[in-house]
């Protein structure tokens, strides 16, 4: 909930600055050979489809029959007026069960040892029978009497109003000082000082365009902040992140109704007595896992980088986990383990965002095994987990696209999977079109000017980072700003600035640099290729970051549509690239040496590179 305030703001085109954030911040863990020690592999995903229509997947858990109950809104399905939300129950193999309506979405689900289903979500909280009857549906426990929670909100909105504007004002008046002392200084100046007139200048310039951009950032937050509608405020709290079953209880997990984090009520099976046992819980990006192994509570610190045990009290029992980089028992990137699920076997399976591993550990946090990757993009995300014990299936939810990834055994997995076969395919009919150095089109590049609201647009910040493509058949990948290898434009520059103090005001690294900053090694791979274009996305350190379109409109040139997560999901209009070389990294290396052009006309290496690379598709 620390986050609210920035996820208010995002129509400023702060969403440009945060998508960058989840990349760098923290930075994601790898384990040294995390493929080949890996037991599981993915070979398919399940799409999920309510009357033909593909919809919104909220969350998941497996249920008692081993099938996927997948929690689904039903915003935009023609016909489904009398329902908000649905549960969608698919086999592993990804076959449609049934289908269980209901009054609200569904956020958040779990199963009692007796086989009765209990769904949060919306601000309601259900019990379920087996066969999907609706037998309790009541208000979520932190609703209590709205009126009274609307007046609190908005209490509450304005005292984090000013306290952000403050802080904001406060760097504002600094610039202006700067400013001020600039302008009394070229006043008293010789005139005949060209040299510092000329640097007072630049450096008035660059001020200036830093107020501007404060200033507007003060007045949207202002804005952002103005007392929300009864609508809008109920909606922020009636989220809820995650559900819980015991023997004896049911755990929910709340958002806050008066500032930040999270509080986990316990209800009985009836879902009444409802009580606080543990209040003012942080969880990063909106997300707050819990879980129960029959007995106590089970909460997924993701900002602590561990699994705290609790008993139904809310009492502390024991917690165990750290943060590592490269380290099998570790948890990386920025707030990890995202989701937990206990097992019938005792065992306490984890779940990371942006990176995608599953870990097997022990009740007392033996680390036990690693069991694969599966394919979510960067960024703090809900991942839930299953884990199918007859079959030795995993499961593991993709936020961005609404799927749910199916893990099976190695020796149970194909030899090429049907996600693999539609991206060899796509390397070999596309992939070998695109290897060589590509520059955008300087006409397509967007405006480089402020925009109204002060803020770079999206497509202009993509192109900074992303203007000067080098694609090599191995999967490299060298990108940097438009004809600039080492310079930094000034307009990154203020960029970087305001996403440091962005960085700095939710408490993370204040080292932060932007995409377009300097030249960026990452990879990239081919998903598919259909009626002409090429989907491929790219990797910063393993870890899943932007994806492409690309359209060729002749050999030469194409026109490139990045996308964060799903073509869907577009990051601004598309941009047009020519090509300036077919060598793999354009006129000049890193070393500096003049590279020769690709003689692998038949791809072999980036068949092969297509082929050993984990899946990034949604085929099935």
Not at 45 to 62: A, D, K, M, S, W
Request: hydrophobic letters at 35%; aromatic letters at 6%; a negative charge.
């Amino acid at each position: 909930m620390r986050m609210r305030w920035l996820t208010q703001t995002v129509r400023l085109g702060v969403l440009s600055l945060s998508l960058a954030a989840s990349a760098v911040v923290g930075g994601p863990s790898y384990v040294d050979g995390a493929e080949s020690t890996a037991t599981h592999k993915q070979v398919r995903t399940i799409v999920p489809e309510y009357q033909g229509v593909r919809v919104h997947l909220n969350t998941f858990c497996l249920g008692p029959d081993q099938n996927l109950y997948l929690c689904c809104s039903t915003n935009g399905v023609a016909g489904a007026s009398n329902t908000a939300g649905v549960v969608l129950v698919y086999t592993g193999e990804g076959e449609l069960v049934r289908e269980i309506p209901l009054s609200f979405s569904p956020q958040a689900i779990n199963f009692s040892s007796q086989g009765a289903m209990f769904l949060a979500g919306s601000g309601k909280v259900a019990r379920l029978s087996s066969e999907g009857v609706v037998e309790i549906e009541k208000d979520a426990p932190n609703i209590g009497n709205k009126e009274e929670m609307l007046e609190q909100l908005t209490k509450s909105a304005e005292e984090q109003r000013k306290t952000i504007t403050a802080s904001y004002t406060d760097q504002l008046e600094k610039i202006k000082t700067q400013i001020e002392a600039i302008e009394a200084e070229t006043e008293k100046a010789d005139p005949d000082d060209k040299k510092g007139a000329s640097r007072r200048e630049r450096r008035l310039r660059m001020l200036t365009q830093q107020r501007d951009q404060w200033q507007t950032i003060v007045d949207q937050i202002g804005q952002s902040f103005a007392a929300p509608s009864s609508e809008i405020a109920l909606q922020q709290v009636m989220r809820s992140t995650g559900i819980a079953v015991s023997n004896q209880d049911v755990f929910v997990s709340l958002p806050n109704t008066v500032g930040y984090g999270y509080s986990i009520y316990r209800m009985n099976h009836d879902l009444e007595e409802g009580k606080v046992v543990k209040g003012n819980v942080g969880g990063c990006c909106g997300q707050l896992d819990i879980q129960s192994d029959g007995e106590n509570l089970l909460i997924a610190e993701n900002t602590s980088f561990t699994v705290g045990i609790y008993d139904r009290d809310g009492k502390k029992l024991t917690s165990w986990g750290k943060r590592g980089r490269a380290e099998p028992d570790g948890f990386g990137s920025c707030c990890n383990p995202m989701n937990v699920r206990c097992c019938p076997n005792g065992e306490i399976l984890t779940a990371e965002s942006s990176i995608g591993d599953i870990k097997r550990f022990s009740k007392s946090g033996e680390f036990l095994g690693f069991v694969g990757r599966a394919t979510v993009a960067g960024g703090c995300k809900h991942v839930a987990i299953g884990w199918d014990n007859q079959r030795d299936w995993h499961y593991m939810m993709h936020q961005d696209k609404s799927t749910v990834a199916v893990l099976v055994p190695k020796d149970q997995a194909p030899e090429e999977t049907d996600e693999e076969r539609l991206s060899r395919i796509a390397m070999d009919e596309f992939g070998s079109k695109l290897v060589g150095t590509w520059e955008v089109v300087p006409a397509e590049k967007g405006n480089r000017e402020a925009t109204a609201d002060g803020v770079y647009a999206q497509y202009d910040f993509i192109s900074q980072g992303y203007g000067h493509l080098e694609f090599a058949a191995d999967g490299s990948l060298i990108h940097r700003a438009f004809s600039s290898p080492k310079a930094q434009p000034a307009s990154d520059g203020v960029i970087g600035a305001i996403l440091g103090s962005v960085v700095d005001a939710i408490g993370g690294d204040s080292s932060i640099t932007i995409a377009g900053a300097a030249q960026s090694h990452s990879t990239w791979k081919a998903v598919k290729g259909q009626q002409g274009e090429l989907e491929l996305v790219t990797y910063d350190d393993d870890v899943e970051y932007y994806g492409a379109t690309v359209k060729w409109i002749s050999d030469g040139e194409i026109e490139v549509k990045w996308f964060m997560g799903s073509p869907e999901q577009s990051l601004g209009n598309p941009a047009r690239y020519r090509l300036v070389s077919k060598s793999a990294c354009g006129q000049e290396c890193d070393s500096g040496k003049k590279t020769q052009p690709s003689t692998d006309t038949n791809d072999e290496k980036a068949n092969t590179g297509a082929i050993q690379q984990t899946s990034r598709g949604e085929g099935q």
